[in-house]
Protein backbone atom coordinates (compact mmCIF):
# COMPACT_ATOMS: atom_id res chain seq x y z
CA UNK A 1 0.00 0.00 0.00
CA UNK A 2 2.51 2.57 1.09
CA UNK A 3 4.51 1.36 -2.75
CA UNK A 4 1.53 2.44 -4.30
CA UNK A 5 1.31 5.76 -2.85
CA UNK A 6 4.53 6.57 -3.31
CA UNK A 7 5.67 6.63 0.24
CA UNK A 8 8.10 3.98 0.01
CA UNK A 9 10.13 3.09 -3.31
CA UNK A 10 10.27 -0.31 -4.87
CA UNK A 11 13.71 -0.87 -4.22
CA UNK A 12 12.91 -0.68 -0.49
CA UNK A 13 10.23 -3.48 -1.09
CA UNK A 14 12.27 -5.63 -3.42
CA UNK A 15 14.89 -5.69 -0.46
CA UNK A 16 11.82 -6.71 2.63
CA UNK A 17 10.38 -9.11 0.28
CA UNK A 18 14.64 -10.57 0.21
CA UNK A 19 15.06 -10.01 4.01
CA UNK A 20 11.52 -11.97 4.37
CA UNK A 21 12.80 -14.60 1.87
CA UNK A 22 15.93 -15.21 3.64
CA UNK A 23 14.27 -15.50 6.83
CA UNK A 24 11.85 -18.19 5.97
CA UNK A 25 14.26 -20.88 5.73
CA UNK A 26 14.64 -20.67 9.85
CA UNK A 27 11.18 -20.63 10.15
CA UNK A 28 10.69 -23.86 8.51
CA UNK A 29 13.87 -25.27 10.44
CA UNK A 30 12.47 -24.12 13.48
CA UNK A 31 8.39 -26.10 12.89
CA UNK A 32 11.28 -28.93 12.35
CA UNK A 33 12.83 -28.52 15.19
CA UNK A 34 9.67 -28.31 17.08
CA UNK A 35 8.08 -31.59 15.79
CA UNK A 36 11.45 -33.95 16.28
CA UNK A 37 11.22 -32.20 19.84
CA UNK A 38 8.02 -34.09 20.03
CA UNK A 39 8.32 -37.05 18.76
CA UNK A 40 11.41 -37.47 21.07
CA UNK A 41 9.01 -36.61 24.02
CA UNK A 42 6.32 -38.66 23.07
CA UNK A 43 9.57 -41.67 22.88
CA UNK A 44 10.11 -40.53 26.48
CA UNK A 45 7.18 -40.51 27.43
CA UNK A 46 6.14 -44.03 25.87
CA UNK A 47 3.43 -42.75 24.16
CA UNK A 48 2.46 -43.68 19.90
CA UNK A 49 1.71 -40.74 17.42
CA UNK A 50 -0.35 -42.28 15.11
CA UNK A 51 0.50 -41.16 11.43
CA UNK A 52 -0.60 -38.68 9.83
CA UNK A 53 -1.32 -36.48 13.15
CA UNK A 54 0.62 -33.32 13.69
CA UNK A 55 -0.88 -32.75 17.03
CA UNK A 56 0.91 -34.70 19.87
CA UNK A 57 -1.30 -36.68 22.97
CA UNK A 58 -0.33 -34.93 25.22
CA UNK A 59 0.35 -30.90 26.02
CA UNK A 60 3.12 -28.97 27.17
CA UNK A 61 2.83 -26.59 30.28
CA UNK A 62 4.83 -23.78 31.88
CA UNK A 63 7.78 -21.61 30.85
CA UNK A 64 11.24 -21.38 30.39
CA UNK A 65 12.75 -19.63 33.14
CA UNK A 66 15.51 -18.62 34.52
CA UNK A 67 16.93 -20.31 37.80
CA UNK A 68 19.53 -18.33 39.57
CA UNK A 69 21.74 -20.69 41.30
CA UNK A 70 25.51 -20.19 42.09
CA UNK A 71 26.92 -23.79 43.53
CA UNK A 72 30.35 -23.80 44.38
CA UNK A 73 32.97 -25.98 42.71
CA UNK A 74 34.72 -27.44 45.67
CA UNK A 75 31.49 -28.38 47.19
CA UNK A 76 29.97 -29.97 44.27
CA UNK A 77 33.19 -32.01 44.25
CA UNK A 78 33.20 -33.14 48.22
CA UNK A 79 28.89 -33.67 47.74
CA UNK A 80 29.78 -36.31 44.26
CA UNK A 81 32.79 -37.83 45.88
CA UNK A 82 30.39 -38.72 49.00
CA UNK A 83 27.23 -39.30 46.87
CA UNK A 84 27.51 -40.87 43.90
CA UNK A 85 26.19 -44.22 43.39
CA UNK A 86 28.67 -45.53 41.61
CA UNK A 87 31.61 -44.41 43.90
CA UNK A 88 29.56 -46.38 46.65
CA UNK A 89 29.62 -49.06 44.42
CA UNK A 90 33.32 -49.10 43.81
CA UNK A 91 34.24 -48.93 47.78
CA UNK A 92 31.86 -51.72 48.18
CA UNK A 93 33.69 -54.12 46.03
CA UNK A 94 36.64 -52.82 48.12
CA UNK A 95 35.46 -54.18 51.18
CA UNK A 96 34.11 -57.45 49.56
CA UNK A 97 38.08 -58.25 47.88
CA UNK A 98 39.18 -57.41 51.98
CA UNK A 99 36.89 -59.69 53.38
CA UNK A 100 37.53 -62.30 51.07
CA UNK A 101 41.14 -62.11 51.71
CA UNK A 102 40.56 -62.53 55.47
CA UNK A 103 38.19 -65.96 54.71
CA UNK A 104 41.21 -67.28 52.22
CA UNK A 105 43.89 -66.45 54.89
CA UNK A 106 41.45 -68.94 57.01
CA UNK A 107 42.43 -71.64 55.34
CA UNK A 108 46.55 -71.59 56.41
CA UNK A 109 45.57 -71.31 60.51
CA UNK A 110 43.78 -74.87 62.09
CA UNK A 111 40.17 -74.88 62.44
CA UNK A 112 38.86 -76.57 65.68
CA UNK A 113 35.49 -77.89 66.00
CA UNK A 114 33.77 -78.80 69.31
CA UNK A 115 30.58 -80.42 69.71
CA UNK A 116 28.16 -82.21 72.16
CA UNK A 117 25.14 -84.05 72.12
CA UNK A 118 23.06 -86.94 74.33
CA UNK A 119 22.13 -90.55 72.49
CA UNK A 120 19.39 -92.85 73.76
CA UNK A 121 19.65 -96.36 72.32
CA UNK A 122 18.62 -99.97 72.26
CA UNK A 123 20.67 -102.60 72.53
CA UNK A 124 20.04 -105.20 70.12
CA UNK A 125 22.35 -108.12 71.64
CA UNK A 126 21.21 -111.25 72.29
CA UNK A 127 23.11 -111.74 75.43
CA UNK A 128 22.80 -108.88 76.80
CA UNK A 129 19.59 -108.62 76.42
CA UNK A 130 17.11 -105.57 75.84
CA UNK A 131 18.34 -102.50 77.49
CA UNK A 132 17.91 -98.72 77.14
CA UNK A 133 21.35 -96.87 77.12
CA UNK A 134 21.55 -93.40 77.27
CA UNK A 135 24.23 -90.55 78.03
CA UNK A 136 26.12 -87.13 77.25
CA UNK A 137 28.34 -86.52 74.61
CA UNK A 138 31.24 -84.25 74.19
CA UNK A 139 34.14 -84.07 71.90
CA UNK A 140 36.64 -82.44 70.12
CA UNK A 141 37.73 -82.07 66.20
CA UNK A 142 40.81 -80.15 65.02
CA UNK A 143 41.60 -80.49 61.29
CA UNK A 144 45.18 -78.27 60.18
CA UNK A 145 46.00 -78.50 56.49
CA UNK A 146 49.70 -78.40 56.61
CA UNK A 147 50.58 -78.30 52.62
CA UNK A 148 48.00 -77.64 50.37
CA UNK A 149 49.82 -77.60 46.89
CA UNK A 150 49.59 -73.61 47.43
CA UNK A 151 46.18 -73.59 46.38
CA UNK A 152 45.82 -71.26 49.81
CA UNK A 153 48.26 -69.22 48.55
CA UNK A 154 47.31 -69.03 45.24
CA UNK A 155 43.43 -67.87 46.27
CA UNK A 156 45.57 -65.37 48.17
CA UNK A 157 47.05 -63.90 45.66
CA UNK A 158 43.95 -63.91 42.86
CA UNK A 159 42.14 -61.83 45.91
CA UNK A 160 44.82 -59.24 46.36
CA UNK A 161 44.94 -59.09 42.32
CA UNK A 162 41.05 -57.90 42.29
CA UNK A 163 41.18 -55.69 45.20
CA UNK A 164 44.01 -53.65 43.59
CA UNK A 165 41.77 -53.72 40.23
CA UNK A 166 38.90 -52.65 42.39
CA UNK A 167 41.16 -49.81 43.78
CA UNK A 168 42.09 -48.88 40.85
CA UNK A 169 38.81 -48.82 39.47
CA UNK A 170 37.71 -46.59 42.15
CA UNK A 171 40.40 -44.64 41.39
CA UNK A 172 39.64 -43.97 37.77
CA UNK A 173 35.56 -43.77 38.47
CA UNK A 174 36.56 -40.58 41.37
CA UNK A 175 38.44 -38.66 38.22
CA UNK A 176 35.69 -39.55 36.09
CA UNK A 177 32.95 -38.31 38.58
CA UNK A 178 35.27 -35.13 39.02
CA UNK A 179 35.74 -34.54 35.41
CA UNK A 180 32.01 -34.48 34.66
CA UNK A 181 31.63 -31.95 37.36
CA UNK A 182 34.49 -29.71 36.28
CA UNK A 183 32.53 -29.89 32.63
CA UNK A 184 28.85 -29.05 33.88
CA UNK A 185 30.06 -26.54 36.52
CA UNK A 186 32.10 -24.67 33.42
CA UNK A 187 29.29 -24.85 31.30
CA UNK A 188 26.74 -23.88 33.37
CA UNK A 189 29.42 -20.66 34.30
CA UNK A 190 29.63 -20.29 30.52
CA UNK A 191 25.76 -20.45 30.30
CA UNK A 192 25.25 -17.86 32.73
CA UNK A 193 27.98 -15.47 30.96
CA UNK A 194 26.14 -15.69 27.73
CA UNK A 195 22.43 -14.92 29.14
CA UNK A 196 23.96 -11.90 31.24
CA UNK A 197 24.77 -10.88 27.44
CA UNK A 198 21.97 -11.72 25.70
CA UNK A 199 19.78 -10.13 28.15
CA UNK A 200 21.50 -6.92 27.78
CA UNK A 201 21.65 -7.31 24.11
CA UNK A 202 17.76 -7.59 24.26
CA UNK A 203 17.31 -4.75 25.94
CA UNK A 204 19.64 -2.67 23.20
CA UNK A 205 17.72 -4.26 20.17
CA UNK A 206 14.54 -3.00 22.11
CA UNK A 207 16.04 0.30 21.90
CA UNK A 208 17.06 0.09 18.63
CA UNK A 209 13.46 -1.14 17.43
CA UNK A 210 11.97 1.78 19.05
CA UNK A 211 14.13 4.61 17.47
CA UNK A 212 13.86 3.08 14.30
CA UNK A 213 9.82 3.42 14.62
CA UNK A 214 10.64 7.22 16.10
CA UNK A 215 13.08 7.63 12.89
CA UNK A 216 10.51 5.93 10.50
CA UNK A 217 7.56 8.50 11.55
CA UNK A 218 9.61 11.22 11.46
CA UNK A 219 10.45 10.64 7.63
CA UNK A 220 14.53 9.72 8.59
CA UNK A 221 14.37 5.82 8.25
CA UNK A 222 12.70 2.99 5.76
CA UNK A 223 10.70 0.70 6.36
CA UNK A 224 12.94 -1.95 5.80
CA UNK A 225 14.93 -0.46 8.85
CA UNK A 226 11.95 -1.07 11.15
CA UNK A 227 11.58 -4.41 9.79
CA UNK A 228 15.59 -5.39 10.46
CA UNK A 229 15.29 -4.30 13.73
CA UNK A 230 12.23 -6.21 14.37
CA UNK A 231 14.38 -9.27 13.08
CA UNK A 232 17.04 -8.74 15.27
CA UNK A 233 14.72 -8.09 18.63
CA UNK A 234 13.57 -11.70 17.53
CA UNK A 235 16.64 -13.27 17.10
CA UNK A 236 18.19 -11.88 20.43
CA UNK A 237 15.38 -13.28 22.12
CA UNK A 238 15.86 -16.24 20.81
CA UNK A 239 19.13 -16.27 21.62
CA UNK A 240 18.35 -15.43 25.11
CA UNK A 241 16.04 -18.29 25.48
CA UNK A 242 18.59 -20.65 24.41
CA UNK A 243 20.98 -19.10 27.12
CA UNK A 244 18.40 -20.08 29.28
CA UNK A 245 17.77 -23.51 27.90
CA UNK A 246 21.55 -24.17 27.94
CA UNK A 247 21.71 -22.80 31.59
CA UNK A 248 19.07 -25.06 33.02
CA UNK A 249 20.52 -28.39 30.97
CA UNK A 250 24.12 -27.34 32.47
CA UNK A 251 22.43 -27.06 36.03
CA UNK A 252 20.58 -30.28 35.26
CA UNK A 253 24.08 -32.23 34.38
CA UNK A 254 25.81 -30.42 37.46
CA UNK A 255 22.93 -32.08 39.72
CA UNK A 256 23.54 -35.44 38.17
CA UNK A 257 27.20 -34.95 38.44
CA UNK A 258 26.62 -34.36 41.97
CA UNK A 259 23.56 -36.76 42.63
CA UNK A 260 21.62 -34.35 44.42
CA UNK A 261 19.01 -31.60 43.24
CA UNK A 262 18.94 -28.69 41.80
CA UNK A 263 18.01 -26.87 45.09
CA UNK A 264 20.86 -28.26 47.13
CA UNK A 265 23.42 -27.25 45.09
CA UNK A 266 23.02 -23.50 45.66
CA UNK A 267 24.39 -24.36 49.38
CA UNK A 268 27.07 -22.47 48.90
CA UNK A 269 25.32 -18.72 47.91
CA UNK A 270 22.38 -19.56 50.62
CA UNK A 271 25.58 -19.19 53.28
CA UNK A 272 26.86 -16.02 51.81
CA UNK A 273 23.34 -14.65 51.76
CA UNK A 274 22.69 -15.49 55.07
CA UNK A 275 26.09 -13.67 56.38
CA UNK A 276 25.64 -11.00 53.98
CA UNK A 277 22.43 -9.97 52.99
CA UNK A 278 22.79 -6.66 51.43
CA UNK A 279 25.51 -8.12 49.15
CA UNK A 280 23.43 -10.45 48.03
CA UNK A 281 20.26 -8.10 47.09
CA UNK A 282 23.38 -6.32 45.37
CA UNK A 283 24.12 -9.13 42.91
CA UNK A 284 20.32 -9.98 42.47
CA UNK A 285 19.94 -6.40 40.74
CA UNK A 286 22.63 -7.47 38.15
CA UNK A 287 21.22 -10.64 37.45
CA UNK A 288 19.22 -11.60 34.70
CA UNK A 289 15.20 -11.18 34.65
CA UNK A 290 13.25 -14.63 34.27
CA UNK A 291 11.45 -13.06 31.75
CA UNK A 292 11.89 -11.27 28.69
CA UNK A 293 9.28 -8.71 29.82
CA UNK A 294 10.68 -8.08 33.19
CA UNK A 295 12.92 -5.02 33.50
Request: net charge negative; hydrophobic share 40%.
Amino acid sequence: EQSSAGIVSKLNVQRAEVALANERPELFNAQTELKNSYLRLAELFGADLRPGTLAPPFEISGELQYRPNHPDLNDCLARADTDRPVLKARQKDIEIEDRQYVLDRSALRPHVRAFSGYEVYSERDPEVGQEFNYGGVVGINATWNIFDGFATKGRMQATRARREAAVQALAAARRSVASEVRSGFFDLQQAERVLETETRNVQTADEALDAAKSNFAAGLGTQLDVLQAASDVTRTRTTRLSAIYLHNTALARLAHACASSEEELDFGSNIKKNENRNAAQAADVARPPEKLSQQ
